[in-house]
């Protein structure tokens, strides 16, 4: 399989990715219960506008607007027989924003949760979530995906057969945790365990990390255990813009483009090969981080402290802190993907 993200690590040496889709969506007008991915038909403008504002940006990797894209989140929006169409469009728009750029910038297939549960929590079965996978990835390749891009897992049974998908559909993969339950998946996998997930698998994985969880403290003590546990490993961390707070019956983040430039640089020191943002990374957070990235002089690693005295307490109960912390809004946006 042919890995674009190991022929551009190798020439730029750390790659930038995108950040928030959801929120950004929702700032275009997207509707709190619809689907992102009817838009890749409906408004794909809005879509070109998404990825570009992004390229822009910097990004050297941007994901498909395709998170909720099987057919057990269709389903929901009775979309479910559109799966290969609403995929193939959605890595099309990504493509021909892409292919205008002046340099290389990869389409990364953005592949989320079925939201079912599998054997034996559950009625879904490995080799169902397996068929459903492969049929997103499907569409996603046949729009020009270069690699899979598995996201925002819990489990490491659905992670693991979406690698499988990927591999049977003939794409390189990646795969990402959110680690917002006590410093664990809310299935229970730690991050120091993130590594052997794709073990016995004809193709290993590509890069696997961290997105989404709670906030950026966070996200990066776990890229301290992922980088310690295999620091040859190609890391991956994509963390939220800040804490996700509730105003009213909307959520805000908190992080400034100044604390996300500090993200990247602590992000940089701790081993990651691949940084971007997730909810709440608007395009002039990612234009920061871009800056920040190209600037940045190698420091020490960092140490947990380091990292909460420049970017602010924990708000998850790790092995780092027996201090508890509320992840709630963290899994509750981490569900609609922003």
């Known amino acids: 399989m042919t890995n674009p993200i190991d022929a551009l690590l190798a020439e730029k040496g750390i790659l930038l990715a995108d950040g928030a889709t959801g929120t950004n969506l929702f700032g275009m007008g997207l509707a709190s219960g619809e689907a992102p991915e009817l838009w890749n038909e409906t408004a794909p403008e809005k879509i070109v506008a998404l990825h570009q504002n992004f390229v822009d940006a910097g990004a050297d990797i941007i994901l498909t607007n395709s998170f909720g894209g099987t057919r057990h989140r269709l389903k929901l929006h009775h979309a479910q027989d559109r799966v290969f169409e609403l995929n193939k469009k959605a890595a099309e728009i990504a493509h021909s924003v892409a292919d205008k750029a002046g340099r290389k910038v990869i389409v990364a297939g953005s592949i989320g949760p079925t939201g079912e549960l599998l054997e034996p929590l559950g009625a879904l079965t490995y080799d169902q979530a397996v068929e459903a996978f492969r049929e997103q990835i499907e569409g996603l390749k046949a729009g020009g995906a270069e690699i899979a891009w598995i996201e925002t897992m819990s489990a490491p049974g659905e992670a693991r057969a979406a690698a499988q998908a990927a591999i049977e559909a003939g794409l390189p993969y990646t795969y990402t945790f959110s680690f917002d339950t006590a410093g664990r998946s809310m299935m229970g996998l730690a991050p120091k365990d993130v590594h052997g997930v794709a ?90 981080m871009r800056k920040s990235l190209d600037e940045h002089t190698p420091a020490s690693r960092p140490t947990v402290e380091t990292i909460t005295t420049r970017i602010g307490p924990l708000r998850n109960k790790t092995a780092h802190e027996s201090g508890s912390g509320d992840a709630g809004e963290g899994r509750r946006e981490r569900r609609r993907r922003a």
Not at 201 to 217: D, F, K, Q, R, Y
Not at 250 to 266: A, F, K, N, Q, W
């Open 199 to 288: 073990d016995g698998l004809t193709e290993p994985a590509v890069a696997v990390g961290a997105n989404c969880g709670v906030g950026a403290a966070d996200i990066l003590a776990s890229l301290l255990d992922m980088t310690e546990a295999r620091p040859d490993a190609t890391i991956i961390v994509k963390g939220n813009c800040g804490i996700p707070e509730f105003r009213g019956t909307e959520i805000h983040y908190s992080g400034t483009p100044e604390l996300m430039s500090d993200y990247v640089r602590l992000a940089v020191d701790a081993g990651a090969k691949i940084i971007g943002g997730c909810c709440g990374t608007s395009f002039q957070h990612l234009a920061a």
